[in-house]
């Protein structure tokens, strides 16, 4: 099972407003597990990023200068996500605006539905925290996910954050429990790190009550079985 988690950073809200995609991030993940392949894209949008935009992202027009437009990199993009499933936080923003940036090229391009099953997290997430908050960021936190590096809005950060997210959201830390050597590194390390974490485990001892019904209780079972219990015999070795 293929899934990529997708996320899009715009100039502004409304494609309908003209506003366009200038970054493109997006994380493979195969069978639950979380791959090395991405994509990750900056694009040329060709007119002005919104300041309201520019203070989520921290994108500036003049970074975005000397790269691509969406025409150039449409063929790449679309043949990484197509055919798997798009995990997509807020869906409708992203899809509305890649659908909006293939309707400006020619007509061999149709809606990204065509192409990908879409899923939007955010309604996973509202069904499994209902009124709670299910931002990114809240999200994050509610699964012990490390998102300090998030200081602005980043394509393919936060698809990174979103497949961890998801992953816990719907089967636990499953990216834990793989077969190959790395995995099994990242578990071992986050084992070490519990453990070291946890306070030492109290000894307690019976009391010299408790060991008199403990002997007591032990007699009953001798007698029931018509022989010495197991108990009795491991605690004489």
């Known amino acids: 099972m293929r899934q990529v988690v997708l996320d899009t950073e715009t100039t502004g809200i409304d494609p309908k ?15 639950r597990q979380i791959t090395t392949n991405h994509y990750h894209q900056y694009i040329n949008p060709d007119r002005k ?31 990484f996500i197509q055919g798997a499933e798009l995990l997509i936080h807020n869906a409708p923003f992203d899809v509305g605006f890649i659908n909006h940036e293939l309707s400006l ?20 997430a509202r069904e499994n925290h209902p009124g709670q908050k299910n931002s990114l960021d809240a999200l994050c936190k509610r699964y012990d996910i ?20 998801y992953l816990r959201m719907t089967g636990g830390q499953v ?18 790190r519990i453990s070291a974490d946890r306070a030492a485990l109290p000894i307690l001892s019976p009391t010299a009550a408790e060991l008199v019904e403990h002997e007591n209780y032990l007699d009953k079972l ?12 491991l605690s004489s070795h």
């Open 17 to 31: 407003q003209g506003h366009r995609i200038i970054e493109i991030g997006c994380v493979e993940v195969i069978n």
């Open 49 to 79: 990023i919104d300041e309201e935009a520019l203070k989520v992202h921290g994108i500036s027009n003049q970074f975005l200068q000397d790269k691509p437009h969406f025409k150039e990199i449409a063929a790449d993009f679309m043949q």
């Open 105 to 124: 090229l020619s007509a061999q391009w149709q809606v990204i539905e065509q192409y990908c099953q879409i899923t939007d997290t955010l309604v996973l």
């Open 146 to 165: 490390d998102n300090s590096k998030r200081d602005l809005h980043g394509a393919l950060l936060d698809s990174e954050l979103l497949a961890e997210v």
């Open 175 to 192: 990216s834990l429990l793989g077969d190959n050597e790395g995995q099994n590194k990242n578990k071992q390390t986050a084992i070490r």
């Open 222 to 233: 001798d007698k029931k079985s018509g022989e010495t219990c197991l108990w009795r015999t």
